[in-house]
Structures are given as structure tokens and as C-alpha cells.
């Protein structure tokens, strides 16, 4: 259903941005592979037609940021800065639209845990956005060392519970007839862990949905 390129494109976009010097050209892999796996997931629910529309101005405003930085060199210009703030605008906006996509389709196949993840996730991904906005206004020092310590704490936190998100999806709902497609190990004992982790915090019983 597009989730396994999903978790990639997921992987590549907001793990890269956590180092600044090449958070645009993940910004601009990843969304790309994330909009390549919405192509299944668009008919499903309206919301994954949002997420598509919201990667794609990822895409386009880092795109252009990008280009803007490389022929204006250190001298960029307060377009690519605007662009900048699109784009990580955006990776927010695209993060809370995923997991409320990924939420509506768990809840048509009763899959109750993952409906509770995506919406704990959410929320720490509205906190991380609201954390951003002090981090790039606020000029005292120790100040801005606290919220920046907290803003990271918190990618880190919805980063890798997104992850393990999609990871479920992939591995849980499948369309109706195959479930002889779904698996309960991937063979990567850190993916596995974390799902084991997550199946015991989050639901009594660990049931696959059928789509």
C-alpha cells in the first residue's frame, strides 16, 4: 500500500533535517520519495490527498530555496529565507497530516493501538512546532539553548515514534485477502523491538487490520 516507501521517504526527509547543512536536499529526496508512495495511499482517505499536496510545496519551496542559496552563495537572499520557513513549515504540516491520515485508515480497520499512537504522535509534533517558532525569534542565549535542547528532544521523540508508525501500517493493514502478506518480524532487530515495544504499550491484543 505505499507504506514501506513511505517509511524511507519519512526516514530520509526528517532524520536528514537534523543536520543543517543538508536539511534542504533531504528535504527535497525525501519528500520526493514520499510523494511517490502516496500513490496508492491518495485513495484511501481525502487527507492523504492533503499530505500529497503538502509534500509536493515541501518539495517545490526547498526546491527553489535551494537553487536560490546555490547561485546567490552566501549572499542568499530573504526569498530562499521565506522558502526556508515554507518548507519547514511544511515538514511540520505534512508530519501531523500523515499521522492523522494513517489514523483515520487504522480506525477503519480497527486497529484501536495504532489510532492512539498516531494521535500521542500528533501531538508531540504540535509541540515541536510550537517550540520552533521561540527558537528562531528568541536572542538570549541560555535561553535559546533551553528551547533548543527541548525542540530536539521532542523531534527525536515524534521522529522515531513516526517511524515506528509507519512501520506498523506496513506491516498491519493490508487490503482484504491478503493477509498472508502481513509479517511480524522485518528482520531488523531494532525496527522489531521498537514494534513489540509499541504492541505492548499500546494494545491489549495485537490484531491486523484487513483493508
Known sequence: MGFGLLFIGYFITYLGAFVPQISTF???????????SLRKLIYENKLFIVSASVALLLEISSIISLGIQIFSGNDANLVATILLYVAHASAFALNILLMLSIMLLAKEVELKHLVR????????????????IPCEIVTN??????????LTAVKIIYS????????????????????????????????????????????????????
Open 117 to 132: 499512537m498516531t494521535l500521542v504522535n500528533t501531538a508531540f509534533v504540535a509541540i515541536g512546532a510550537v517550540l520552533f
Open 141 to 150: 542565549k541560555d535561553v535559546l539553548f533551553g528551547l533548543s535542547v527541548a
Open 160 to 211: 522515531v515514534f513516526s517511524l515506528v508508525i509507519i512501520f506498523n501500517s506496513y506491516m498491519r493493514i493490508c487490503y482484504e485477502g491478503d493477509e498472508k502478506m502481513q509479517k511480524s518480524t522485518t528482520g531488523v532487530p531494532i525496527l522489531d523491538s521498537l514494534n513489540k515495544l509499541t504492541d505492548k504499550i499500546f494494545s491489549k491484543k495485537g490484531k491486523g487490520g484487513k483493508k
Open 26 to 36: 533531504t528535504y527535497i529526496l525525501g519528500a520526493g520519495v514520499i510523494l511517490f
